[in-house]
């Protein structure tokens, strides 16, 4: 079996039939998309996790009758691309060896390599190149992708649908401009989103908002920041980093001291300031401040004080911030620090933690709680100090009080309280508010990302009321999956006010409204589902960017104004327009949307937003759903860095599609992060190989006609697990679906070979291959073709209809019994492993009657989680009340473990039947003589543990 060779040759095949290239009017459609990849570097095998569980669901809606249209397009709007291209040009040699490395992935010549680097000082080259490998990855692996509706966002057809759509959002006053804090590179000069910062699709850098608070030393301000300026009450000390740098500026008449990063930004955030002086901070240290609560306290030093966050100037409260109470304790205990810096010791160790939160369960000050509990000891026990922080923070937002020491505020609970204290410190004059990044973020451009407040700064405004509650309704509505994702949703649309959504450089389309400025990345990627509907019509019928007016994309999207006039104006053809209004109304609404729950807080929740407040309720979503990616590699999280990227291309070189396509479906739940672990990989590719070599060995038999009661237990399991396929598939179960019709159908052929002759098992696996390649295609789709060709269909599997269930074949008794048999044969392997010795003879034992009376009235029952009831009704059987110490302990161990009640009736003599009928091959795969007994014919202490369904099993 050569994989590789299988995988080209259907991928070819595809292509050459258009095999998934619906068309319109044709049945039942599902319109299906994933979000376009950016084109700035190849993709790896956790962005093809995404892709493959998508195509599971593009290929099952096939199987179920949906005409299935899933197109693909390509991502290029942004700084993205043009910061690779700049820093190739300014010939940037780690970058240059970066791609370098990249292009390699896909080209052996190395002139050739470096000619392609060259040309990427060209931005578009760039885009095009990976757009292009991106494509062959995306073939490679199998995807089911409709590609006539290639476009990418940087296109002149793209600009013209995304300048309507933003005349829509100015209509509907969803557009404004005014100051702002943003995301911005101080490289770029720009402000960047998530695409634009580096990792800012998997590690979020969101805006935090400190507040900066004045303490007054002589004439001027040291600026103490903090995200809970209610425990202002309970400062005791400030921290400044000895060793840093710190900048004395003018800002609206005072003087401010902060650290001189601190500085640089605030250039960004406070119009006017004026740099004064700078100086190292040990010069700060043994003076004192007063504070805006009246008391006056000691400026200490910190040499953990991070000068790159917020002001670099922290205000110490012990008895609420673990990291302050471990640093108050350290140089209490350092005679050298505070000689070193000519502090008073006797001042220094007077300092106690001031408690101002109550908390119920708290005796002692929350944060050295915590520590005591955590076993905090050093400031080099960070990740302890990270947890207590976390812990205390947590427990008092929820349950905090605060104290009698905290003035008009005392009684209030903390969180219902920062708001006031802000307001209160800024209306008093006595705080400022300072931006900072969530982390330390780098654009890709490499320069470095913090919070600027930009003057003139376009935005969306997604503050509506009635805005926010039609997509509120939507979100409530449609179908989520994996459900838990709603909720984090809601949270998101609750929070969503204002974004930028335009940049003064980067690639896509111009603002409309202004054409210095450009539409950014996130904000031109909302409804570009709508395009993929059209885009194949424009190229067609050689429309031109000019006649792709306002006017035309309103009657194509929105129904608005007559043909006939509109054909006049534009010179599009009055049939063209009609297509293309038909083909939109066709697919519209975008039937599901599956990508990774990263894109929830951006892009999805704009997705959303938009479609809302453009399109009318009938093309509005109609499901999202979610996988998470494949992240690690044998255990550690892939990097480059770490080296341990798999990228897309060496799937189909190294592995193959379908071996990847089965672990990457099977391994997790769809909502969890999956690890790629070679040891699993291979025993995959194992199973792999024993399916297409049975199926192959199977495909010349001639189906066997008349079935005995082992061959009818392997159809029924089919046809059952066929049935809960179908669901599975339906309710987006992948891994179930995978686990379920591969794996675990799998072991039960496997199985069933050891239970016939070679011819039986052959001629009937005849009769199941040919519909259980139809449900694996999803999955293994270029097996499953090879397998079908070789069955002599001339009907591509892909395109075949989901098998119809024949409820006739499945045998709840058949299964039930046999089912038996296999739990015998583990239990027989138990015991033996017990021993620890082969067994000569094995001895069955088949329970009493009286168990089995007690078992039937316990599956009718529909008490069976109450033992009081269940006990009342078992009780009434005669024969079960002689045994009345031995029936409870039974019933008792069956309402604490209902998954131990069979589902159906067990019938004694069917049992004895089955388990005689089936001796002959247990004596053969135990190489042992076999006894069967009935309980009732013994006293033997093993015929007394026997139930039904479980013999009791002796080895001697």
């Not at 043009?82 to 002139?111: G, Q």
Request: with cysteine; charged share 30%; aromatic share 10%.
């Amino acid at each position: 079996m050569n994989l590789q060779k299988i995988e080209q040759k259907w991928q070819s095949k595809w292509r050459q039939n258009k095999v998934f290239q619906p068309g319109t009017g044709k049945g039942k459609k599902f319109f299906f998309t994933v979000p376009y990849p950016y084109t700035s570097g190849p993709l790896h095998v956790g962005h093809g996790r995404t892709y493959c569980v998508a195509d599971f669901v593009a290929r099952f809606k096939r199987k179920m009758g949906y005409n299935v249209l899933w197109p693909m397009a390509f991502h290029i709007s942004g700084t993205p691309i043009l910061a690779i291209s700049e820093r190739i040009k300014n010939k940037d040699k780690k970058y240059t060896k970066l791609f370098h490395d990249y292009v390699s992935l896909y080209e052996s010549n190395k002139k050739k390599v470096d000619k392609i680097i060259k040309s990427f000082t060209k931005p578009q080259n760039v885009a095009d190149y990976f757009a292009s490998v991106i494509s062959n990855d995306f073939n490679s692996i199998g995807l089911s992708i409709d590609w006539r509706m290639k476009f990418n966002t940087g296109e002149p057809i793209y600009n013209k649908f995304i300048e309507w759509q933003y005349e829509k959002l100015m209509k509907k006053k969803a557009i404004t401009k005014g100051d702002h804090p943003v995301t911005y590179c101080v490289n770029c000069e720009n402000a960047v989103g998530e695409d634009d910062i580096k990792d800012g699709d998997t590690d979020k850098v969101k805006i935090n908002e400190f507040t900066a608070i004045k303490f007054k030393l002589d004439d001027e301000y040291l600026i103490g920041s903090s995200l809970r300026p209610e425990t202002i009450y309970g400062i005791t000390n400030l921290w400044v980093n000895p060793d840093e740098t710190y900048i004395k500026a003018e800002y609206k008449d005072e003087t401010l001291i902060m650290s001189a990063e601190a500085y640089d930004k605030a250039e960004y955030q406070l119009k006017g300031i004026k740099k004064i002086s700078e100086f190292v901070g040990k010069e700060l240290i043994g003076k004192h401040v007063d504070t805006p609560i009246g008391t006056n306290v000691a400026v200490l030093p910190g040499e953990f004080v991070d000068p790159d966050t917020a002001s670099g100037i922290v205000y110490s409260v012990p008895a609420h911030a673990p990291l302050d109470y471990i640093g108050l304790k350290d140089l209490q205990g350092s005679e050298q620090k505070i000689k070193k810096y000519g502090l008073k010791a006797k001042e220094v160790k007077s300092i106690k933690p001031v408690t101002i939160i109550d908390i119920e369960g708290y005796d002692k000050a929350p944060a050295i709680k915590a520590c005591k509990e955590l076993g905090v000891k050093r400031l080099a026990d960070k990740d302890l100090i990270e947890q207590a922080t976390k812990k205390v923070y947590k427990d008092e937002y929820y349950k905090g009080v605060l104290n009698d020491k905290c003035g008009e505020f005392s009684g209030l609970r903390i969180k219902e309280i920062k708001d006031q204290v802000i307001n209160k410190l800024k209306k008093d004059d006595k705080a400022l508010t300072f931006y900072e990044t969530t982390r330390k973020a780098e654009c890709r451009c490499g320069g470095k990302v913090i919070i600027a407040v930009l003057n003139n700064q376009w935005f969306i405004d997604y503050t509506s009321k009635k805005w926010k509650k039609d997509a509120h309704g939507l979100l409530t509505s449609m179908r989520i999956y994996p459900e838990k994702y709603r909720k984090q949703f809601l949270d998101v649309l609750d929070w969503l006010e204002k974004r930028p959504c335009a940049r003064r450089r980067g690639l896509g389309t111009h603002f409309p409204f202004d054409k210095q400025w450009m539409i950014e990345s996130l904000s031109d990627s909302t409804i570009y589902m709508s395009f993929y509907t059209i885009a194949h019509l424009i190229r067609k019928h050689k429309v031109k960017p000019k006649q792709l007016t306002p006017e035309l994309f309103d009657y194509v999207y929105l129904g608005k104004g007559g043909v006939k006039s509109l054909a006049k104006k534009t010179k599009v053809p009055v049939n063209v327009l009609k297509k293309m209004r038909e083909s939109f109304t066709y697919w519209y609404p975008n039937d599901q949307r599956h990508t990774a729950p990263g894109h929830i807080g951006n892009h999805l929740i704009f997705f959303i937003m938009h479609h809302v407040l453009i399109f009318p309720k009938k093309h509005w979503p109609k499901a999202m759903t979610f996988n998470e990616f494949l992240t690690g590699r044998e255990g550690v999280k892939m990097s480059k860095s770490r080296g341990n990227v798999i990228p897309l291309i060496d799937i189909p070189r190294k592995y193959s599609a379908d071996l990847y396509r089965l672990y990457v479906t099977s391994s997790t739940e769809i909502d969890t992060q999956a690890d790629w672990r070679e040891k699993e990989v291979a025993s995959v590719k194992n199973k792999l190989k024993s399916f297409y070599n049975l199926c192959m060995a199977a495909s010349k038999a001639k189906p066997k006609k008349k079935l005995d009661y082992i061959d009818k237990w392997i159809v029924s399991r089919f046809y059952s697990r066929l049935k809960d396929a179908k669901k599975q598939g339906e309710e987006m179960e992948v891994r179930a679906y995978a686990v379920n019709i591969f794996f675990k159908f799998l072991n039960e052929v496997n199985y069933y070979r050891n239970r016939v002759s070679v011819k039986d098992y052959n001629s009937v696996l005849r009769t199941i291959i040919p519909k259980w390649i139809i449900a694996l295609e999803p999955i293994i789709p270029h097996l499953c073709e090879e397998i079908n060709e070789e069955l002599g269909s001339k009907e591509f599997v892909s395109l075949k209809k989901y098998p119809k269930i024949k409820k006739s074949m499945i045998k709840p008794g058949i299964e039930n019994y046999e089912k038996i048999i296999i739990n015998l044969i583990s239990d027989i392997n138990e015991v033996v492993e017990l021993v620890k010795k082969e067994p000569r003879k094995i001895t069955l034992f088949i329970s009493h009657d009286w168990k089995y009376e007690l078992i039937k009235k316990v599956v009718k029952s529909k008490n069976k989680r109450d033992f009081k009831k269940l006990i009342k009704e078992v009780m009434k059987v005669k024969t079960v009340k002689e045994h009345g110490k031995e029936a409870t302990r039974i019933i008792k161990s069956l309402v604490k473990d209902v998954s131990r009640i069979p589902k159906t009736i067990i019938e004694k003599s069917r049992e004895l039947e089955t388990i005689v009928q089936t001796k002959d091959y247990l004596e053969k795969e135990f190489g042992a003589k076999m006894e069967v007994i009935d309980a009732e014919n013994s006293k033997e202490k093993k015929a007394g543990q026997a139930m039904p369904g479980k013999p009791g099993i002796l080895i001697t």
